[in-house]
């Protein structure tokens, strides 16, 4: 998702809060921010338009903090991250590697074992003339706390909410998540109209899942991902996995829910 590098304090966050005009989080603001408040303790819905499926029951994209099923760092490929389900403060990888060791440019770090596999991509689009650059990878919590607190202050907490995820609730604290952008250019990939449709982001759009990583939030599915659409944002779950999401032609929010988060 979405990094700022706004580093702000708790009366920016405050003031951020109050410009979004949200009386209804006034309990949950009216005391200085901490990685806490900014992840609700309370649960909210400001208007999602999700809604359960009948067959699966895929939960409603309300705003709380319930611990997801598979939260261990052996977990990587199994745990579902959205509005409601999130992770623990404490988790964090311990076998983080530069991605550069990958070969592939731009800075971040992800868990060892997805090097391979990201060598192997940047590789095969290098070869195709679309190259890929990383733009953002591992987040941890303090690092969400802080990107999160800068989007509140920049543009309100409803607003926040559209594209950056609370601590904890980011597949970037996975360690196995990234951000990418086309290797061609210095530019984010929100920065353009659709980054999709760049010769990188068609490729990746077309190829990434034979490499192990799945879009996270296609576009026209918010109401099953919980986030808007971001053609840059891809996660990891190893290429046996992805081949599985890849022909099922669910989200993987969907998929995870059925095949992990409520199985028996």
Known sequence: M???NLLVSACLVLAGVAAGGSMALAATWDRPASDESLSGRVSLDLGSTAHPNASDGLPTCRYQDISTRYH?????????????????RGYKPTDLRSTSAAG???SGKVRAF?????????????RAGAGIAVQSAYRSYQEQVRTFAGWVARSGYRKALKFSARPGHSEHQLGTTIDFRSASSALPPWSYSDWAQSSSGRWMGKHSWEYGFILSYPKGKTSETCYGYEPWHFRYVGRDEARLVHQSGLTLRRYLWRNFETAQ
């Open 2 to 4: 979405r990094r700022s």
């Open 72 to 88: 261990t760092l052996r977990d990587w490929r199994r745990s579902m991250l959205d509005t409601n389900l999130r992770l623990g």
């Open 104 to 106: 592939i440019a731009g």
């Open 114 to 126: 997805v090097i391979p596999d990201l060598q192997a991509m940047a590789r095969a689009a290098r």
